[in-house]
Protein backbone atom coordinates (compact mmCIF):
# COMPACT_ATOMS: atom_id res chain seq x y z
CA UNK A 1 0.00 0.00 0.00
CA UNK A 2 1.29 3.58 -0.75
CA UNK A 3 1.37 6.37 1.77
CA UNK A 4 -2.06 8.36 0.36
CA UNK A 5 -3.86 4.76 0.57
CA UNK A 6 -2.84 4.23 4.19
CA UNK A 7 -3.79 7.77 5.24
CA UNK A 8 -7.54 7.06 3.15
CA UNK A 9 -7.97 3.83 5.11
CA UNK A 10 -7.29 5.74 8.49
CA UNK A 11 -9.54 8.59 7.72
CA UNK A 12 -12.12 5.77 6.94
CA UNK A 13 -11.71 4.23 9.67
CA UNK A 14 -11.96 7.24 12.18
CA UNK A 15 -15.07 8.22 10.17
CA UNK A 16 -16.54 5.06 10.79
CA UNK A 17 -15.69 4.95 14.43
CA UNK A 18 -16.82 8.68 14.97
CA UNK A 19 -20.42 7.73 13.45
CA UNK A 20 -20.74 4.17 15.82
CA UNK A 21 -19.55 6.70 18.88
CA UNK A 22 -22.40 9.11 17.74
CA UNK A 23 -25.24 6.29 17.15
CA UNK A 24 -24.51 5.03 20.24
CA UNK A 25 -24.11 8.46 22.55
CA UNK A 26 -28.06 9.23 20.36
CA UNK A 27 -29.39 5.72 20.96
CA UNK A 28 -28.04 6.39 24.80
CA UNK A 29 -30.15 9.88 24.84
CA UNK A 30 -32.79 9.14 22.82
CA UNK A 31 -33.94 5.76 24.67
CA UNK A 32 -33.75 7.41 28.61
CA UNK A 33 -36.92 9.22 27.51
CA UNK A 34 -39.07 5.35 27.34
CA UNK A 35 -37.57 4.62 31.15
CA UNK A 36 -39.91 7.55 32.33
CA UNK A 37 -43.07 5.20 32.32
CA UNK A 38 -43.78 4.14 35.52
CA UNK A 39 -43.65 0.00 36.83
CA UNK A 40 -45.45 -2.37 38.78
CA UNK A 41 -44.86 -5.78 39.75
CA UNK A 42 -46.84 -7.96 37.37
CA UNK A 43 -49.60 -9.44 39.59
CA UNK A 44 -49.55 -13.31 39.50
CA UNK A 45 -45.85 -13.34 37.65
CA UNK A 46 -42.40 -12.28 39.17
CA UNK A 47 -41.12 -9.81 36.35
CA UNK A 48 -42.27 -5.79 35.97
CA UNK A 49 -44.75 -4.61 33.60
CA UNK A 50 -45.37 -1.34 32.78
CA UNK A 51 -48.43 0.29 34.77
CA UNK A 52 -49.99 2.21 31.92
CA UNK A 53 -50.33 -0.84 29.92
CA UNK A 54 -51.83 -2.86 32.98
CA UNK A 55 -54.51 0.12 33.38
CA UNK A 56 -55.61 0.41 29.98
CA UNK A 57 -56.94 -3.30 30.32
CA UNK A 58 -56.43 -5.17 33.67
CA UNK A 59 -59.23 -7.76 32.02
CA UNK A 60 -56.92 -8.32 29.02
CA UNK A 61 -53.42 -8.83 31.39
CA UNK A 62 -55.80 -11.77 33.83
CA UNK A 63 -57.02 -13.76 30.86
CA UNK A 64 -53.96 -13.73 29.27
CA UNK A 65 -52.31 -14.94 32.22
CA UNK A 66 -54.10 -18.07 31.90
CA UNK A 67 -53.05 -18.78 28.25
Do not use: Q
Amino acid sequence: MSDSENKVATIAKCAVAVFVAAVVIYGLLSGSSTTNRKTMKAPARNHRMFRDDFEKNPAAYFRNLRK
